[in-house]
């Protein structure tokens, strides 16, 4: 289920943190936020950035302020990309 992704998803970013420098993270779930704290606590270093879809009005407020930066992707360049015009 949803949970066993999400949990993974966290094991997998928390294993690999010694090796990074910037995660990026496409997702607007708030459960994500204790591993973002966490995270930064235990390797202030390292940035934590967000993909912010057009739909992000459902994603959490706390998700958006824990990240380090918050990039934003408008409808037109969503169908740009998928139309294969923008690079």
């Known amino acids: 289920g949803k949970a066993n992704w ?3 998803m966290g094991l997998e970013i ?3 943190m010694k090796r990074l420098d910037i995660v990026v993270l496409g997702s607007g ?3 994500f936020v204790d591993l973002i704290e966490y995270a930064k606590a235990k ?6 950035e967000g993909i912010a879809l057009p ?10 302020q824990s990240m380090s930066r918050v990039h934003h992707i408008s409808h037109a ?3 740009m990309k998928y139309n294969g015009i923008a690079g």
């Open 43 to 48: 390797f202030p270093e390292v940035q934590f």
């Open 14 to 16: 928390m294993e690999a």
């Open 29 to 31: 779930d708030g459960d």
């Open 55 to 64: 739909n992000w009005a459902g994603g959490s407020r706390r998700l958006q």
């Open 77 to 79: 360049e969503t169908r």
């Open 6 to 8: 999400d949990l993974g």
